[in-house]
């Protein structure tokens, strides 16, 4: 089953799919002052951290005009949100109601900045603020969508050949790495880990490289949606670099990659040492904006792992 590919993926693009590009608009704050510069920190077990390494990386829009800056994170940082992951195994220990709950809780918080986000894809993507109203109320959409499927994505019972009843039950993976998509920056992170979290996994996510603010905004929405510390952990930094230390990391139980083709290589290679389970895009990219390809059960079936419970039974 694992090597069975669905037909949706035939529909996948072969280059990203990006939403129209907007000339520059240039603005003043209306004091003739420049903003003040933000080096926006990562989310490691719950809390903002400052990167081991104390460097930064500048991020500009898709016109090259000047953004922000993010932490960059390194190996060390990645060692700190495996180990703020296993830490905390709240999370995991919570019914599937519980979990959807918050999930409800998270896309009620996100409603209610919808423009603020909005407006932070218009800054990082220079596509229209319609376009980016869009894919916040799609984001918003699909974590409804997963808290809908977080107490409903059940087992199966088996009849054998023998007299035993077998239940064939879902459960979450563990400590999981997620490298999200770039383009997309918001609905590309919320349809890879959401999914993930729904099932009752941990996550150290490596969130878009191009385009990271709408990640590191978002820590902010789920440090007030009673989301347990070390759920979600955000590393930023250079994308394939990070990545390349998750999939080494023994204790990362799974791992997630959409992005080129050669970094889909390398973390099923990486990843063979421990055996750790890997999706990868193949180089292939998804419309996100799409619910064919960018939701579904697909996800689900992917973020967690079936155990078999045999039950005898007599006369």
């Given at each position: 089953?694992?090597?069975?590919?669905?037909?949706?993926?035939?529909?996948f693009s072969?280059?990203?799919?990006?939403?129209p590009v907007?000339?520059?608009?240039?603005?003043?704050?209306?004091?003739?002052?420049?903003?003040?510069?933000?080096?926006?920190?990562?989310?490691?077990?719950?809390k903002?951290?400052?990167?081991?390494?104390?460097?930064?990386?500048v991020?500009?829009d898709?016109n090259?005009?000047?953004?922000?800056?993010v932490?960059k994170?390194?190996?060390?940082?990645?060692?700190?949100?495996?180990?703020?992951?296993?830490?905390?195994n709240?999370?995991?220990?919570?019914?599937?109601?519980?979990?959807?709950?918050?999930?409800?809780?998270i896309?009620?918080?996100?409603?209610?900045?919808?423009d603020?986000?909005?407006?932070?894809l218009?800054?990082?993507?220079?596509?229209?603020?319609?376009?980016?109203?869009?894919?916040?109320e799609?984001?918003?959409?699909?974590?409804?969508?997963?808290?809908?499927?977080?107490?409903?994505?059940?087992?199966?019972?088996?009849?054998?050949?023998?007299?035993?009843?077998?239940?064939?039950?879902p459960?979450?993976?563990g400590?999981?790495?997620?490298?999200?998509?770039?383009?997309?920056?918001?609905?590309?992170?919320?349809?890879?880990?959401?999914?993930?979290?729904?099932m009752?996994?941990?996550?150290i996510?490596?969130?878009?490289?191009?385009?990271?603010?709408?990640?590191?905004?978002?820590?902010?929405?789920?440090?007030?949606?009673?989301?347990?510390?070390?759920?979600?952990?955000?590393?930023?930094?250079?994308k394939?670099?990070?990545?390349?230390?998750?999939?080494?990391?023994?204790?990362?139980?799974?791992?997630?990659?959409?992005?080129?083709?050669?970094?889909?290589?390398?973390?099923?290679?990486?990843?063979?040492?421990?055996?750790?389970?890997?999706?990868?895009?193949?180089?292939?990219?998804?419309?996100?904006?799409?619910?064919?390809?960018g939701e579904?059960?697909?996800?689900?079936?992917?973020?967690?792992?079936i155990?078999?419970?045999?039950?005898?039974?007599?006369a």
């Open positions: 089953m694992e090597y069975v590919k669905p037909r949706i993926e035939d529909s072969d280059s990203p799919v990006v939403k907007k000339k520059a608009d240039l603005k003043s704050n209306g004091m003739h002052l420049p903003e003040i510069d933000r080096t926006t920190k990562m989310y490691i077990g719950g903002q951290a400052r990167p081991d390494g104390g460097y930064s990386v991020i500009n898709t090259g005009r000047y953004v922000g800056e932490s994170g390194n190996r060390k940082d990645i060692r700190n949100a495996v180990e703020a992951a296993h830490a905390n709240k999370w995991g220990s919570m019914t599937g109601h519980s979990r959807a709950q918050v999930l409800y809780y896309a009620e918080n996100l409603a209610i900045r919808k603020e986000f909005a407006n932070r218009v800054q990082m993507t220079n596509q229209s603020h319609a376009d980016a109203v869009q894919e916040v799609l984001s918003i959409e699909r974590i409804y969508t997963y808290a809908a499927l977080a107490d409903k994505y059940d087992g199966h019972v088996h009849h054998t050949i023998h007299r035993n009843v077998t239940l064939a039950m459960e979450a993976i400590v999981m790495g997620v490298i999200c998509p770039d383009e997309s920056p918001l609905l590309g992170f919320i349809s890879t880990v959401i999914p993930a979290i729904t009752g996994n941990n996550v996510v490596i969130p878009s490289e191009k385009s990271p603010f709408s990640a590191t905004d978002f820590y902010q929405i789920l440090e007030t949606s009673d989301v347990p510390a070390g759920t979600v952990n955000i590393v930023t930094g250079g394939d670099e990070l990545a390349q230390v998750l999939a080494k990391h023994d204790d990362v139980d799974g791992i997630w990659y959409f992005g080129t083709k050669k970094g889909c290589k390398d973390m099923e290679f990486l990843s063979a040492d421990n055996m750790k389970r890997t999706w990868v895009n193949y180089g292939k990219y998804r419309d996100w904006s799409d619910k064919t390809q579904g059960q697909i996800f689900l079936r992917h973020a967690s792992q155990k078999n419970i045999w039950i005898p039974y007599g």
